[in-house]
């Protein structure tokens, strides 16, 4: 036997074991590809009805987003009409401040105007009596 009928041979022997090691892979291979698609296919009918819910909420959440950008304005509104009524409230405030120091001031010059006519009558009576 020449060295290339051994190197023939040597082959041919790795080629057989390869051969066994390849087949059980390639068999494994297989049933993970057919497994793959039955669980794909499973995947697939489970999302149907999953995406349609998904539509139906996006769709409901459109129209909650439009209800909601309606209602901004109103709530301006609001809030404005709330500013005005809080400056109001000030400049009445105000006016019933100075209106009560006017008060008070011109109270105590009736008191004052009450005390000195008081004052006046007395010495009056007396000068005479």
């Given amino acids: 036997m020449s060295i290339g009928a051994l190197a023939v041979l040597?082959?041919?022997c790795a080629?057989?074991?390869l051969v066994a090691f390849l087949i059980p892979t390639l068999l494994e291979i297989r049933r993970t590809a057919a497994e793959f698609r039955s669980v794909m296919a499973q995947v697939?009918?489970?999302l149907k009805p999953l995406t349609q819910e998904l539509q139906q909420t996006l769709a409901e959440l459109k129209v909650v987003t439009e209800g909601v950008a309606e209602r901004v304005d109103d709530v301006k509104e609001f809030m404005e009409a709330?500013?005005?009524t809080g400056?109001?409230?000030r400049t009445i405030n105000a006016v019933i401040g100075s209106v009560a120091h006017a008060a008070a001031a011109s109270s105590a010059w009736s008191t004052?105007?009450?005390v000195a006519g008081k004052y006046l009558?007395?010495?009056l009576i007396k000068k005479r009596g």
């Fill in 121 to 123: 009558m007395e010495r």
């Fill in 112 to 114: 004052g105007a009450r």
């Fill in 44 to 46: 697939g009918q489970e």
């Fill in 15 to 17: 080629l057989v074991v």
């Fill in 10 to 12: 040597v082959m041919a």
């Fill in 82 to 84: 709330v500013g005005d």
């Fill in 87 to 89: 400056r109001n409230i």
